[in-house]
C-alpha cells in the first residue's frame, strides 16, 4: 500500500506561482510512475502531468506545457508539481496518484491517490 498526501494548495492571483508537493508513505515510489490529475467543479478528473518510474520522463497536458513543471525525489519519497502563470481555468482539486505501471493520461489504470488539494486561481 502507497499512502499519499498532497500539499501545498491556495488561493493565487492570476500570473502567480504554487509548488503542490505529493508525499508518499507506506512503500518507496521508485517503482511507481506518479502524476497529477485535477477535477474542476462539474467536471471529470483530468491529467495533467505525468513522470516516469525508470526514465524519469515527463508528460504534460497542452494547456500547461512551458508554465508546469513535474519533478521526483525518490530518496524524500515526493512528487512535485511546480505551477508558474496560473491562470483561472487552473482552479481545481489537484490529486497525485501512483500506478506500478507506466504513466496513463486516464484516471482509471492508477492504484492509489491522494486526498487532493484545492487551487483556486483568481483573475
Known amino acids: 500500500q502507497v499512502q499519499l498526501v498532497e500539499s501545498g494548495g491556495g488561493l493565487v492571483q492570476a500570473g502567480g506561482s504554487l509548488r503542490l508537493s505529493c508525499d508518499a508513505s507506506?512503500?518507496?515510489?521508485?517503482?511507481?510512475?506518479m502524476a497529477w490529475f485535477r477535477q474542476a467543479p462539474g467536471k471529470e478528473r483530468a491529467f495533467v502531468a505525468g513522470?516516469?518510474?525508470?526514465?524519469?520522463?515527463?508528460y504534460y497536458i497542452d494547456p500547461v506545457k512551458g508554465r508546469f513543471t513535474i519533478s521526483r525525489d525518490n530518496a524524500k519519497n515526493t512528487v512535485s508539481l511546480q505551477m508558474n502563470s496560473l491562470k483561472p481555468e487552473d482552479t481545481a482539486v489537484y490529486y497525485c496518484?501512483?500506478?506500478?505501471?507506466?504513466?496513463?493520461?486516464?484516471?482509471?489504470?492508477?492504484?492509489?491517490w491522494g486526498q487532493g488539494t484545492q487551487v483556486t486561481v483568481s483573475s
Open positions: 513522470i516516469g518510474r525508470s526514465t524519469g520522463t515527463a
Open positions: 496518484a501512483a500506478r506500478l505501471g507506466p504513466v496513463s493520461y486516464g484516471p482509471g489504470p492508477f492504484d492509489y
Open positions: 507506506g512503500r518507496t515510489i521508485s517503482g511507481y510512475s
